[in-house]
């Protein structure tokens, strides 16, 4: 039989099942190329800012005092959250196809050149679940620790904050 005719159904089928990777035929997920190119814009200047809040935090020596380490954190998972964000917006598909990501995935990961549907697929699940879903709730989870920390610091201000930063990381990425 025709591996690739195969493939070619076996990727049709998945895309039309409720999946991390669509494509331009499923129209629940769709957006004009207006709002493609508006999502793309608004989250594009979203990163720069994040970025360069993260950045500044973390080379000016007198915001590195405490809670705008925790800042920084949050700058950095939200930039990165939303770089996977435009990825989905745009389509996840697009993006690995469009730089051949499937391909690379395929030789450099699993090392035995795996069909780059598979390679694909798996992909559209690591943006969605790592670098969407996993990012947003550790930008959540440090907000909370900042909270928290608010609360033990009235409660004890004399306390060395910083103690409590490597506490906040790990809770965070649980």
């Not at 508006?38 to 915001?63: D, M, N, P, Q």
């Not at 499937?102 to 030789?107: C, R, S, V, Y």
Request: charged share 15%; hydrophobic share 50%.
């Amino acid at each position: 039989p025709d591996n690739n005719k195969m493939e070619g159904d076996f990727i049709e089928n998945i895309i039309k099942e409720d999946s991390a990777c669509f494509n331009e035929g499923d129209t629940r997920y769709n957006l004009s190329n207006v709002l493609k190119g508006f999502y793309v814009a608004v989250g594009s200047l979203s990163i720069l800012a994040a970025t360069f809040l993260f950045v500044t935090i973390f080379t000016v020596k007198k915001l590195k005092a405490h809670p705008s380490i925790m800042i920084g954190y949050i700058s950095l998972f939200e930039a990165i959250s939303c770089f996977h964000s435009i990825i989905w917006a745009v389509s996840t598909l697009e993006f690995v196809e469009y730089f051949g990501l499937g391909h690379l995935f395929a030789w450099t990961v699993t090392f035995d050149g795996a069909s780059a549907y598979h390679s694909c697929v798996t992909l559209c699940i690591l943006n969605q679940l790592t670098g969407f879903s996993l990012f947003s709730v550790m930008s959540l989870g440090m907000n909370m620790c900042l909270c928290i920390d608010l609360v033990l610091t009235l409660r004890e201000p004399f306390y060395p904050a910083k103690r409590r930063l490597k506490f906040y990381l790990m809770f965070s990425f649980l």
